[in-house]
T-cell receptor, first 115, second 112 residues
Protein backbone atom coordinates (compact mmCIF):
# COMPACT_ATOMS: atom_id res chain seq x y z
CA UNK A 1 0.00 0.00 0.00
CA UNK A 2 1.55 3.29 -1.10
CA UNK A 3 2.09 5.94 1.54
CA UNK A 4 1.41 9.66 1.42
CA UNK A 5 3.17 11.31 -1.50
CA UNK A 6 4.12 14.96 -1.53
CA UNK A 7 5.57 16.79 -4.50
CA UNK A 8 7.86 18.48 -5.03
CA UNK A 9 10.28 17.65 -2.23
CA UNK A 10 12.18 20.92 -2.48
CA UNK A 11 11.30 24.38 -3.79
CA UNK A 12 13.13 27.67 -3.92
CA UNK A 13 11.00 30.72 -4.63
CA UNK A 14 11.47 34.49 -4.62
CA UNK A 15 9.52 36.85 -2.39
CA UNK A 16 6.26 37.88 -3.99
CA UNK A 17 5.89 34.74 -6.08
CA UNK A 18 3.27 32.09 -5.54
CA UNK A 19 3.69 28.36 -5.08
CA UNK A 20 1.54 25.22 -5.29
CA UNK A 21 2.27 22.06 -3.33
CA UNK A 22 0.65 18.71 -3.98
CA UNK A 23 -0.32 15.81 -1.73
CA UNK A 24 -1.65 12.38 -2.70
CA UNK A 25 -3.14 10.57 0.31
CA UNK A 26 -3.18 6.86 1.05
CA UNK A 27 -5.64 5.04 -1.18
CA UNK A 28 -9.08 5.08 0.43
CA UNK A 29 -8.36 7.99 2.75
CA UNK A 30 -10.66 10.96 2.30
CA UNK A 31 -9.15 13.43 4.75
CA UNK A 32 -6.06 15.49 3.96
CA UNK A 33 -4.60 17.96 6.45
CA UNK A 34 -1.75 20.40 5.93
CA UNK A 35 0.77 21.52 8.55
CA UNK A 36 3.61 24.03 8.54
CA UNK A 37 6.76 23.17 10.49
CA UNK A 38 9.33 25.82 11.45
CA UNK A 39 12.11 25.73 14.07
CA UNK A 40 10.51 28.55 16.05
CA UNK A 41 6.81 27.63 15.94
CA UNK A 42 6.97 23.87 15.57
CA UNK A 43 4.09 22.16 13.77
CA UNK A 44 1.07 24.34 13.11
CA UNK A 45 -2.20 23.33 11.47
CA UNK A 46 -3.15 25.03 8.21
CA UNK A 47 -6.37 23.35 7.08
CA UNK A 48 -8.13 20.04 6.54
CA UNK A 49 -10.09 18.87 3.54
CA UNK A 50 -12.60 16.03 3.55
CA UNK A 51 -14.54 14.95 0.47
CA UNK A 52 -13.52 18.10 -1.43
CA UNK A 53 -14.71 20.44 1.34
CA UNK A 54 -12.61 22.41 3.78
CA UNK A 55 -13.68 21.04 7.14
CA UNK A 56 -11.28 22.86 9.48
CA UNK A 57 -9.00 25.85 9.19
CA UNK A 58 -6.08 27.13 11.25
CA UNK A 59 -4.96 30.67 11.99
CA UNK A 60 -3.07 31.51 8.84
CA UNK A 61 -3.58 34.51 6.54
CA UNK A 62 -5.70 34.26 3.41
CA UNK A 63 -2.55 33.94 1.30
CA UNK A 64 -2.64 30.27 2.27
CA UNK A 65 -5.34 28.33 0.48
CA UNK A 66 -6.05 24.80 -0.55
CA UNK A 67 -8.35 22.50 -2.40
CA UNK A 68 -9.14 18.84 -2.74
CA UNK A 69 -10.07 16.94 -5.85
CA UNK A 70 -12.56 14.11 -6.31
CA UNK A 71 -9.74 11.53 -6.10
CA UNK A 72 -8.81 12.99 -2.65
CA UNK A 73 -5.56 14.51 -3.89
CA UNK A 74 -5.00 17.92 -2.39
CA UNK A 75 -3.08 21.03 -3.29
CA UNK A 76 -2.15 24.00 -1.19
CA UNK A 77 -1.24 27.36 -2.60
CA UNK A 78 0.66 30.22 -1.05
CA UNK A 79 0.47 33.56 -2.81
CA UNK A 80 2.68 36.63 -2.42
CA UNK A 81 5.42 34.65 -0.68
CA UNK A 82 7.22 36.15 2.30
CA UNK A 83 10.58 35.17 3.80
CA UNK A 84 8.72 33.86 6.85
CA UNK A 85 6.90 31.30 4.73
CA UNK A 86 10.11 29.28 4.49
CA UNK A 87 9.27 26.01 6.18
CA UNK A 88 8.67 22.30 5.84
CA UNK A 89 5.08 21.76 4.69
CA UNK A 90 3.65 18.43 5.74
CA UNK A 91 0.55 16.69 4.53
CA UNK A 92 -1.34 14.16 6.65
CA UNK A 93 -3.73 11.53 5.35
CA UNK A 94 -6.43 9.82 7.41
CA UNK A 95 -9.68 7.94 7.07
CA UNK A 96 -11.53 10.99 8.35
CA UNK A 97 -14.74 9.15 9.13
CA UNK A 98 -14.11 7.80 12.63
CA UNK A 99 -12.18 10.44 14.52
CA UNK A 100 -11.53 8.36 17.63
CA UNK A 101 -9.87 5.59 15.64
CA UNK A 102 -8.22 7.82 13.09
CA UNK A 103 -4.49 7.47 12.77
CA UNK A 104 -2.77 10.22 10.80
CA UNK A 105 -0.06 9.28 8.31
CA UNK A 106 2.32 11.94 7.09
CA UNK A 107 4.22 12.44 3.87
CA UNK A 108 7.91 13.33 3.58
CA UNK A 109 7.08 17.01 3.25
CA UNK A 110 7.95 19.79 0.86
CA UNK A 111 10.83 22.04 1.92
CA UNK A 112 10.03 25.57 0.75
CA UNK A 113 12.75 28.21 0.81
CA UNK A 114 11.81 31.81 0.05
CA UNK A 115 14.69 34.09 -0.92
CA UNK B 1 -6.05 27.07 25.54
CA UNK B 2 -5.30 23.66 24.07
CA UNK B 3 -1.60 22.99 24.48
CA UNK B 4 0.79 20.06 24.42
CA UNK B 5 4.11 20.13 26.26
CA UNK B 6 7.01 17.71 25.98
CA UNK B 7 9.80 17.36 28.52
CA UNK B 8 12.75 17.15 28.18
CA UNK B 9 13.52 19.03 24.97
CA UNK B 10 16.63 16.93 24.43
CA UNK B 11 17.94 13.69 25.88
CA UNK B 12 21.21 11.82 25.40
CA UNK B 13 21.58 8.24 26.65
CA UNK B 14 24.03 5.35 26.18
CA UNK B 15 22.98 2.43 24.02
CA UNK B 16 20.96 -0.24 25.82
CA UNK B 17 19.34 2.09 28.33
CA UNK B 18 15.58 2.10 28.89
CA UNK B 19 14.08 5.57 28.69
CA UNK B 20 10.85 7.51 29.11
CA UNK B 21 9.65 10.51 27.15
CA UNK B 22 6.93 12.68 28.65
CA UNK B 23 3.98 14.51 27.14
CA UNK B 24 1.38 16.62 28.95
CA UNK B 25 -1.80 18.21 27.65
CA UNK B 26 -4.12 20.81 29.06
CA UNK B 27 -7.61 19.39 28.45
CA UNK B 28 -8.79 15.85 29.15
CA UNK B 29 -11.48 16.05 26.43
CA UNK B 30 -9.47 14.30 23.75
CA UNK B 31 -10.28 11.83 20.99
CA UNK B 32 -6.82 10.32 20.82
CA UNK B 33 -3.10 10.87 21.28
CA UNK B 34 -0.46 9.90 18.76
CA UNK B 35 3.33 9.53 19.05
CA UNK B 36 5.50 10.24 16.03
CA UNK B 37 9.14 9.98 15.13
CA UNK B 38 10.88 12.50 12.87
CA UNK B 39 14.34 12.10 11.40
CA UNK B 40 16.19 15.30 10.39
CA UNK B 41 14.62 16.94 7.34
CA UNK B 42 12.10 14.15 6.93
CA UNK B 43 8.39 13.65 7.48
CA UNK B 44 6.67 12.15 10.50
CA UNK B 45 6.44 8.41 11.09
CA UNK B 46 3.51 7.27 13.21
CA UNK B 47 4.64 5.09 16.13
CA UNK B 48 1.56 4.55 18.28
CA UNK B 49 -2.03 5.78 18.46
CA UNK B 50 -3.86 5.66 21.79
CA UNK B 51 -7.60 6.21 21.71
CA UNK B 52 -9.18 8.15 24.58
CA UNK B 53 -10.71 4.98 26.05
CA UNK B 54 -7.37 3.13 26.15
CA UNK B 55 -4.66 3.22 28.81
CA UNK B 56 -1.71 1.98 26.79
CA UNK B 57 -0.47 0.67 23.45
CA UNK B 58 2.57 -1.44 22.64
CA UNK B 59 4.59 -1.95 19.49
CA UNK B 60 7.84 -3.87 19.71
CA UNK B 61 10.19 -2.05 22.09
CA UNK B 62 7.78 0.88 22.40
CA UNK B 63 5.04 1.29 24.98
CA UNK B 64 2.86 4.36 25.28
CA UNK B 65 0.55 5.10 28.18
CA UNK B 66 -2.29 7.57 28.55
CA UNK B 67 -3.73 9.10 31.72
CA UNK B 68 -6.47 11.53 30.70
CA UNK B 69 -7.32 12.59 34.24
CA UNK B 70 -3.82 13.92 34.83
CA UNK B 71 -3.30 15.05 31.23
CA UNK B 72 -0.20 12.92 30.71
CA UNK B 73 1.24 10.39 28.31
CA UNK B 74 4.57 8.63 28.37
CA UNK B 75 6.51 6.85 25.66
CA UNK B 76 8.73 4.08 27.01
CA UNK B 77 11.57 2.85 24.80
CA UNK B 78 13.23 -0.36 25.92
CA UNK B 79 16.86 -1.29 25.20
CA UNK B 80 17.58 1.85 23.18
CA UNK B 81 19.68 1.63 20.01
CA UNK B 82 21.60 4.28 18.01
CA UNK B 83 18.95 3.90 15.29
CA UNK B 84 16.39 5.26 17.75
CA UNK B 85 18.08 8.67 17.55
CA UNK B 86 15.47 11.11 16.24
CA UNK B 87 12.97 13.70 17.41
CA UNK B 88 9.88 12.25 19.07
CA UNK B 89 6.64 14.22 18.82
CA UNK B 90 3.47 13.84 20.80
CA UNK B 91 0.21 15.06 19.22
CA UNK B 92 -3.28 15.31 20.71
CA UNK B 93 -6.57 15.33 18.83
CA UNK B 94 -8.84 17.32 21.10
CA UNK B 95 -12.62 16.90 20.94
CA UNK B 96 -12.87 20.53 19.86
CA UNK B 97 -10.78 21.83 16.98
CA UNK B 98 -10.60 19.10 14.37
CA UNK B 99 -6.82 19.01 14.24
CA UNK B 100 -3.74 17.56 15.87
CA UNK B 101 -1.99 19.80 18.39
CA UNK B 102 1.71 19.00 18.57
CA UNK B 103 4.26 19.32 21.31
CA UNK B 104 7.66 20.78 20.51
CA UNK B 105 9.27 17.36 20.56
CA UNK B 106 12.07 15.60 22.42
CA UNK B 107 15.33 15.23 20.50
CA UNK B 108 16.79 11.84 21.45
CA UNK B 109 20.41 10.86 20.91
CA UNK B 110 21.48 7.28 21.66
CA UNK B 111 25.26 6.94 21.87
CA UNK B 112 26.98 3.66 20.84
Amino acid sequence: KAGVTQTPRYLIKTRGQQVTLSCSPISGHRSVSWYQQTPGQGLQFLFEYFSETQRNKGNFPGRFSGRQFSNSRSEMNVSTLELGDSALYLCASSDGMRVRNTEAFFGQGTRLTVV
Amino acid sequence: KQEVTQIPAALSVPEGENLVLNCSFTDSAIYNLQWFRQDPGKGLTSLLLIQSSQREQTSGRLNASLDKSSGRSTLYIAASQPGDSATYLCAVFYNQGGKLIFGQGTELSVKP
